[in-house]
């Protein structure tokens, strides 16, 4: 089955990076695009970047105001994260919109997540 798998989220001071990763496996055909996603708490997923697979157009949440890089090879993504604030700490979550070798049509996968948080 296909899994996304991220890594990366760590604890670091504001002002600090942090590069996250994301690994897809499985039966995959091929991946029309892949994005990071964050959560705060109980609050709603938003959108931080996308990447699109067909001409590697990037787009980004206002947010994120050029801090933030995200970037794909083959089935791997990566976020790349400057400048981080306190309101960055969030469990980030990799998504890829792809179709599996026995299916037809491109449907979104989701990881389990993974943790940053940003001390002052």
């Known amino acids: 089955q296909v899994q996304l798998v991220e890594s990366g989220g760590d604890l670091v001071q504001a002002g600090g990076s942090l590069t996250l990763s994301c690994t897809a496996s499985g039966p995959i055909f091929a991946i029309r695009s892949m994005a990071w996603y964050r959560q705060i708490e109980d609050k709603q997923r938003d959108l931080v970047a996308s990447i699109n697979s067909r001409d590697s157009t990037t787009h980004y949440a206002d947010f994120v105001r050029g801090r933030f890089t995200i970037s794909r090879d083959k089935d791997k993504g990566t976020l790349q994260m400057t400048s981080l604030e306190g309101e960055d700490t969030a469990v980030y979550y990799c998504?890829?919109?792809?179709?599996?070798?026995?299916?037809?049509?491109?449907?979104?996968?989701w990881g389990q997540g993974t943790p940053v948080t940003v001390s002052a």
């Open positions: 998504s890829a919109n792809l179709r599996t070798l026995n299916g037809r049509v491109y449907r979104d996968f």
